[in-house]
C-alpha cells in the first residue's frame, strides 16, 4: 500500500504559476507509474503528467510546453510545476501511484485532491 499526501494548490491569476507536490509514504522507487491527474467540475478525471515504469515522462498535450513533473528520490515527492496556468487547468488535482503486485495485479491509489483555481 501507499498513501499519498498532496499540497500546493489554489487561487492564482491567469498566466501565474503553482507548484503541486505529492508526498508518498514508500520510496517512489517501488511505485510503477506516478504522476497527476485532474477533474474540472461536471468533467471526467484526465491525465496531466506521469512517470512511467520505464522513468520517462508522458504529458497530456495540453499541457506540453507549460507544466513539468519532477521528482525528489531522497523525500519520495513528485512535484508537478504548472506554469503559465490557463482558467481550463482550473480543476481538483489527484496525485496517483500505481503498485503491481504478483500475477500481476495493478493497484491504484489516490491522494485526496488539491483545488487549482485560474482566475481570468
Known amino acids: 500500500q501507499v498513501q499519498l499526501v498532496e499540497s500546493g494548490g489554489g487561487l492564482v491569476q491567469a498566466g501565474g504559476s503553482l507548484r503541486l507536490s505529492c508526498a508518498a509514504s514508500r520510496s517512489i522507487f517501488s511505485i510503477n507509474t506516478m504522476g497527476w491527474y485532474r477533474q474540472a467540475p461536471e468533467k471526467q478525471r484526465e491525465l496531466v503528467a506521469v512517470f512511467t515504469s520505464g522513468s520517462r515522462t508522458n504529458y497530456a498535450d495540453y499541457v506540453k510546453g507549460r507544466f513539468t513533473l519532477s521528482r525528489d528520490n531522497a523525500k519520495n515527492t513528485v512535484y508537478l510545476q504548472m506554469n503559465s496556468l490557463k482558467p481550463e487547468d482550473t480543476a481538483v488535482y489527484y496525485c496517483?501511484?500505481?503498485?503491481?503486485?504478483?500475477?500481476?495485479?495493478?493497484?491504484?491509489?489516490w491522494g485526496q485532491g488539491t483545488q487549482v483555481t485560474v482566475s481570468s
Open positions: 496517483n501511484a500505481v503498485l503491481v503486485g504478483a500475477g500481476p495485479v495493478k493497484y491504484d491509489y
